[in-house]
């Protein structure tokens, strides 16, 4: 195993498991949950930091999530969950769900490191049930022109520390461009610096055909 299979397999899991699980992403998980419900898809399962936010209404959740350590870190989370929790694969460009298999779909701080995000989010629309609805938390490109030079001048650093992770990508733009609507959407700068914290949160639906 070479160091950076070392370092993205059994570091970094760690590392986004503390900065992730910090109580002040807590409140902004809780209102990107708050309308789940059913069947609930989500992709980037990490160790488990949504769990403790589903609202009452959610019956099981189906986890998508690469790495093996990550999951593990999850196990207590896991345990204390009052619905059933199944990993069911470890890549959000091959969904392994039919069709119109679930009610929502969650992605919080993982559309940023999707290899292939548009195949991503193409599945993620194939498996929503009609009427079903994607919920995201994410940081990206900001809409201010100076920051967005910033932004892309650290992005192949930033891919190279944080597991690929990019700091360029739109999120508003990129869902909609996959065939989906915001029913609501949310913009804003969590603190400092804005090339790290421009922040979306939203529910999509699929777009009628």
């Known amino acids: 195993m070479s160091l950076k299979q070392r370092y993205e397999e059994r570091v970094l899991p760690v590392v986004l498991d503390k900065i992730c699980g910090s109580k002040s992403f807590a409140p902004h998980r809780r209102a990107t949950l708050a309308r789940t419900h059913g069947t609930v898809l989500e992709i980037g399962f990490g160790s488990g ?7 009452p209404e959610v019956e099981r959740v189906l986890a998508v999530e ?11 989370r896991i345990a204390r969950t009052r619905f059933p929790v199944e990993v069911v694969g470890l890549d959000g460009e091959h969904l392994p ?20 995000v548009e195949q991503a989010l193409a ?38 520390i944080a597991g690929g992770c990019h700091l360029t990508r739109h999120v508003p733009s990129i869902v909609e461009a ?24 939203g529910v999509a639906a699929a777009a009628h055909h």
Do not use: K
């Open 49 to 55: 930091t949504n769990l403790a936010h589903y609202p």
């Open 66 to 76: 690469p790495s093996g350590r990550a999951v593990d870190l999850a196990t207590e």
């Open 97 to 116: 769900l039919g069709a119109a298999s679930v009610d929502c779909v969650v992605s919080t701080f993982t559309l940023c490191t999707v290899p292939h």
């Open 123 to 160: 599945e993620i629309r194939r498996v929503l049930r009609p009427g079903g609805t994607l919920h995201v938390l994410e940081h990206g490109l900001d809409d201010a022109p100076g920051v967005q030079r910033w932004q892309r001048r650290l992005d192949p650093l930033q891919q190279a």
């Open 178 to 201: 996959a065939g989906l609507r915001w029913v609501e959407v949310h913009r804003w700068r969590e603190g400092h610096p804005y090339t790290y914290t421009s922040m979306t949160r």
